[in-house]
């Protein structure tokens, strides 16, 4: 299982970065919210921004400058009241990590994403920040999503993913 899961985000990352896509462009309206990538669970690994969110379409690239796990002093300005996705990679030994979440941010408000590692599988969650304290995250409208297609180029919310998720499980089949 976990040679399968191995496979998966390489061939992911392999499509990745074949696949031409435009530059991410920071939201110059006000209508914008704000996403953190703590240092401590992100220093290794990849993200992948999706415009789309509700067909993990409109891959956006990113440039030094605008990588969230290069800037971790800085949080990541994003789209608000639109439905975008972040697809979360990342391994461990021989085990991979890959969690589409999909959610809408309420205008100025202000998450962090979790990532955490239990056993062979991760877990990814999005969490709200009010008065600097974590808070659930449940009016982000977060849904987990699987890759389908032929080329993996789309997708749907996952079987028995919750709207109001808190903790998202990935690498089990």
Not at 4 to 25: H, M, R
Not at 107 to 116: A, C, G, I, T, V
Not at 152 to 169: G, R
Request: glycine share 6%; proline share 4%; charged share 25%.
């Amino acid at each position: 299982m976990k040679i399968y899961w191995s496979i998966i985000t390489i061939f992911s990352l392999f499509i990745i970065g074949c696949v031409k896509t435009s530059p991410y462009i920071k939201p110059s309206s006000e209508n914008k919210a704000f996403i953190e990538f703590p240092k401590s669970e992100f220093s290794d690994g990849f993200v992948q921004y999706m415009e789309d969110g509700e067909n993990c379409g409109d891959i956006k690239s990113f440039t030094d400058e605008t990588n969230p796990l290069k800037n971790f002093e800085v949080a990541m300005e994003v789209p608000a009241n639109k439905r975008i996705a972040f697809n979360i990679i990342d391994t461990r030994f021989l085990t991979s990590c890959n969690v589409i979440l999909s959610f809408e941010l309420p205008k100025n408000s202000k998450y962090r994403f979790k990532k955490k590692w239990v056993g062979e599988h991760c877990y990814a969650s999005l969490v709200k920040i009010s008065n600097g304290e974590e808070t659930d995250g449940s009016d982000a409208k977060v849904k987990q999503m699987i890759l389908t297609g032929l080329n993996n180029d789309s997708c749907k919310v996952k079987n028995n993913a919750n709207s109001s998720l808190s903790e998202t499980l990935n690498g089990t089949p």
